[in-house]
Every structure is written in structure tokens, then in C-alpha cells.
């Protein structure tokens, strides 16, 4: 299994179109379906957003999640990621986009601190974070704010 991290584009956002539809990934991630007007209007806004920064992750040739840190400011950023196609969950690949966005945070972005948000029910999320070197900062109802210095 070959992961490679990729420039985002129209194949990998039609992907990602298809998984926002899927009801488990959406509780996993809390986002809500999109319309594809709504996801074809986000992705034409992505050159007007300094603060949001994108890869798409594929696998040999097959794209299966994406990426990225948004909220640019100062010397932090905010960690967010996916797996949507779901045969490659759990097979390790989420410590690799971890792994590549604390590369790409303090490489090209030159930040000192990542933080997410994930929801509490999302155990196996919960579990990488914490492998990880994240921090819990703060718990609400349904999430926990984390931290991780880099």
C-alpha cells in the first residue's frame, strides 16, 4: 500500500462529495451532507482562503480521504483530516497524515502549535491524537479541544 499526499483537485473533491453523503462518516467528523453547489462553491473559494491549506491522500491511484490545517494564524493552526473511503480505516494511515501536516505546518507555514477539535464519541480518533502528543484543553458536550506543540 503506497499513501502519497497530493495537491487537491476536481477528482479528489468530487471524492469527497461522495463521502460527505455518507451518514457515519458524517457523525465521525460532524459535518452535515453538502449539495454539490455548496461543495463545487467552497472549492472555487479555496484560492481566496490564506488560512486553509489542502491535500488530498491517495493511495496507489485511488483517492481515500484529505487533509489539511485551517484557522492560519500567527503560529497556529487547527488539524483536520479524513478517511472517506472506509476499507483503510484503521490501517494506520491516519498517523501519516498527522505526521505530514506537523511536517507541512512548520515547513511552509512556520507554526509552532496545531490544535483540533474531535468528537468525543470518536474513540479511535481520540485514541491517534493522544499517541500522538496531543493535549486535551477543553471538553464541551459533544467535543474535546486538543493541542499539540511542534
Known sequence: MKIKF?????SILNKTYEW????EICSLIDANPVSLEVQRNWYDELPNKPDYYIKGIMCDSKPIGVV??????DNTGE????????EYWGQGIGKLMITEMIKDAKDIFGLSMLTLK??????RALGLYKRMGFIEVKKNAKSIL???EI
Open 6 to 10: 497530493v495537491a487537491f483537485n476536481e
Open 79 to 86: 488539524y483536520w483530516g479524513y478517511i472517506g473511503e472506509k
Open 146 to 148: 486538543m493541542r499539540l
Open 118 to 123: 474531535v468528537l468525543d464519541n470518536n474513540s
Open 68 to 73: 489539511g490545517i485551517k484557522h492560519i494564524f
Open 20 to 23: 460527505l453523503q455518507d451518514y
